[in-house]
């Protein structure tokens, strides 16, 4: 059975009037349209997949009445045209909640909250994962270029005439690969700040780059 299926089991069996309710009459109305739109013309997907509830009315009159008293009580609905149809719809995980919480449906509001947190901890995960792999990538491309520049002067009598600042933070990259600029600052002896260590390796680029241009 279906998240749209449930919720319409579960609403199907309250009672349409609540004499214990403490709302107004006219409170208890509005909940009983909607309520009803929901059960004859509504649909809820698959809160694993995406948000989205809608109710489809063939009149705007309709439609416009279901729109205003989800608005009223705080529910930030919207209304597009499909076809003939007037379709009231809720993309927002936290109005489609408030609804289902609305109409009754409050098992369900449990359920679809729990799938909700789900969703954003997997969410939470994946972007850090994509941020930790951006910056990993970042690294050995950085890390590429360096060695690359290293090796070359390395290759030559001009890396015995390097400063010693350049020579010390040379060698330590071709020995930690891996490690980005602010770490290799830091295994310096004296440590240095991530600008600094990033200013040497610069430098050796550039030297690598003029001995290139040389060559032609």
């Not at 449930?6 to 909940?31: F, G, H, M, N, P």
């Not at 927002?92 to 009754?104: K, M, P, Q, V």
Request: charged share 35%.
């Amino acid at each position: 059975m279906s998240f749209s299926s449930d919720v319409k089991q579960e609403i199907e069996k309250q009672k349409v009037w609540d004499r214990k309710s403490t709302l107004s009459q006219d409170k208890q109305i509005q909940k009983i349209i909607v309520r009803e739109a929901f059960l004859k013309y509504g649909f809820i997907s698959n809160p694993n997949k995406i948000y989205h509830l809608e109710i489809v009315m063939k009149t705007k009159k309709g439609a416009k009445q279901i729109f205003d008293i989800l608005n009223q009580n705080g529910i930030k609905a919207r209304i597009i045209k499909r076809r003939e149809k007037n379709v009231v719809y809720l993309k927002e995980g936290e109005d489609i909640s408030n609804c289902l919480a609305y109409i009754g449906a409050s098992s369900s509001v449990l359920r679809f909250e729990e799938i909700r947190v789900m969703r954003e901890m997997r969410n939470q995960i994946n972007r850090r994962v994509n941020c930790e792999t951006a910056n990993l990538t970042k690294i050995v491309n950085a890390s590429y270029e360096q060695i690359k520049a290293i090796e070359a002067i390395k290759a030559t009598n001009k890396w015995e005439n390097l400063e010693d600042g350049l020579k010390k933070i040379g060698e330590l990259r071709l020995k930690n690969p891996d490690l980005s600029i602010e770490m290799l600052g830091k295994k310096l002896n004296p440590p240095i700040s991530k600008s600094g260590a990033n200013h040497r390796l610069k430098k050796i680029i550039e030297i690598a780059k003029e001995m290139k241009k040389e060559d032609f």
